[in-house]
């Protein structure tokens, strides 16, 4: 069975993909292979340092992702133009991944851009994780030292909660504590399981 998992910046995608790891599902993360695509020394890296000079990467020769993540959530273009390389990349190493997953089980595969990029009917389901925009701010800020701007700027470039609930077979609400959000994650795994066996 095929599962997409998807949710806003800092909704706890990676936290409800690492509880059903723990449950037995295998989970493969787009944002890994987003940033496997870019190491040093990989034709993904060279590919967007022609795009955009050699100003984005760091002293040590890596993708100066702090840079980069401010050119591209204030300019739509340069976001198009870094998806445009990123992307194909990162859809063929998906391809490697999937044709060596088991073919019994549950694989979760967890895509922030499920939704923006309409890949959502491949799916057997589709789990949303949501959060209201202020937690979400919350979480980068205290997270990951942004600046409320940089956090918004990233939720303006992402669909709307209405665009992601629409495609959602389960949607968890991760407004509790964490242990909330374990019982309801188990809750939907369980269900999955149920429908896989049927
Ligand atoms: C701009 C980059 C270098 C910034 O790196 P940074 O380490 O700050 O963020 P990271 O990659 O860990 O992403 C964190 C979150 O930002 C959001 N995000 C990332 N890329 C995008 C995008 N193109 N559009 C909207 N939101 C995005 C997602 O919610 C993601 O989970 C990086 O996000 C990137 O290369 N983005 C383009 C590739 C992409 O679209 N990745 C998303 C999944 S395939
Ligand atoms: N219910 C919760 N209560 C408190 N903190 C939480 C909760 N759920 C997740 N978090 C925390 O919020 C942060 C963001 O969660 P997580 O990294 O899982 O989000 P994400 O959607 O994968 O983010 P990204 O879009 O960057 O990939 C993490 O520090 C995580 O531990």
Same mark, same amino acid.
């Given at each position: 069975m095929r599962v =997409?998992?998807? &949710? =806003? @910046? +800092?909704? =706890?995608?990676?936290? %409800?993909?690492?509880?059903?790891? /723990?449950? &037995?599902? @295998? @989970?493969?993360? +787009? *944002?890994?292979?987003a940033r496997e695509v870019v190491e040093q020394g990989t034709p993904g890296l060279a590919a967007v340092v022609e795009a955009f000079g050699p100003t984005v990467l760091t002293a040590d020769g890596d993708l100066d992702r702090p840079k980069m993540g401010a050119i591209v959530f204030n300019d739509t273009e340069k976001r198009r133009l870094l998806e445009s390389i990123v992307h194909p990349l990162v859809?063929?190493?998906? +391809? $490697?991944? /999937?044709?060596?997953?088991?073919?019994? &089980?549950? %694989? %979760?595969?967890?895509?922030?851009?499920?939704? $923006?990029? =309409?890949?959502?009917? $491949?799916? *057997?389901? %589709?789990i949303v994780v949501d959060v209201p925009h202020q937690t979400q701010v919350e979480r980068m800020l205290r997270d990951r030292g942004w600046t409320e701007e940089d956090a918004r700027a990233r939720i303006a470039a992402q669909?709307?909660? +209405? $665009?992601r609930r629409a495609v959602a077979t389960f949607v968890i609400e991760n407004t509790g504590t964490l242990e909330d959000l374990r019982h309801r994650v188990t809750e939907v795994f369980e269900e999955l399981r149920r429908r896989a066996e049927a």
């Open positions: =997409g998992l998807t &949710g =806003g @910046v +800092a909704s =706890g995608k990676s936290t %409800v993909a690492a509880i059903l790891a /723990e449950l &037995g599902a @295998v @989970v493969i993360d +787009a *944002d890994l292979l859809f063929a190493r998906y +391809a $490697e991944l /999937e044709a060596s997953a088991p073919k019994t &089980g549950i %694989v %979760v595969h967890d895509i922030p851009l499920l939704v $923006e990029s =309409g890949r959502a009917a $491949e799916f *057997d389901a %589709v669909a709307s909660a +209405a $665009e």
